[in-house]
Nanobody
Framework: QVQLVESGGGLVQAGGSLRLSCSAS????????MAWYRQAPGEQRERVAT???????NYLDSVKGRFTISRDNAKNTVYLQMNSLKPEDTGVYIC???????????????????WGKGTLVTVSS
């Protein structure tokens, strides 16, 4: 089964930078759109940035100009470069992907949407 694993979170001062990574692993799969979400304590999860398999991107208004999403299709990895971080960027950052995974028995590809477990980003003022 395809799994997503995030890394790169941590504690940073306001104005600092972090780079998050999310790698997909498994056997016989294809990845379509990928995205980063975040969830602050006591708040709803919100979508921060998305990237299609062709490289088209979209961002939450509050992170435009500060965050950059990118992907390396050969490594099945998506990145989120976060600059000029603010305390309000604090939260658990969670990777999401639309994947097609091949069933080992009937050899057909099935579409599914999967989530990582998240990585904590804390921005101090």
């Amino acid at each position: 089964q395809v799994q997503l694993v995030e890394s790169g979170g941590g504690l940073v001062q306001a104005g600092g930078s972090l780079r998050l990574s999310c790698s997909a692993s498994g056997s016989k799969f294809r990845i379509n759109d990928m995205a980063w979400y975040r969830q602050a304590p006591g708040e709803q999860r919100e979508r921060v940035a998305t990237i299609t398999s062709a490289g088209s991107t979209n961002y939450l208004d509050s992170v435009k100009g500060r965050f950059t999403i990118s992907r390396d299709n050969a490594k099945n990895t998506v990145y989120l470069q976060m600059n000029s971080l603010k305390p309000e960027d604090t939260g658990v950052y969670i990777c999401n992907a639309d994947v097609q995974e091949r069933d080992p028995y009937d050899l057909r590809y099935y579409s599914m949407n999967i989530w990582g477990k998240g990585t904590l980003v804390t921005v101090s003022s």
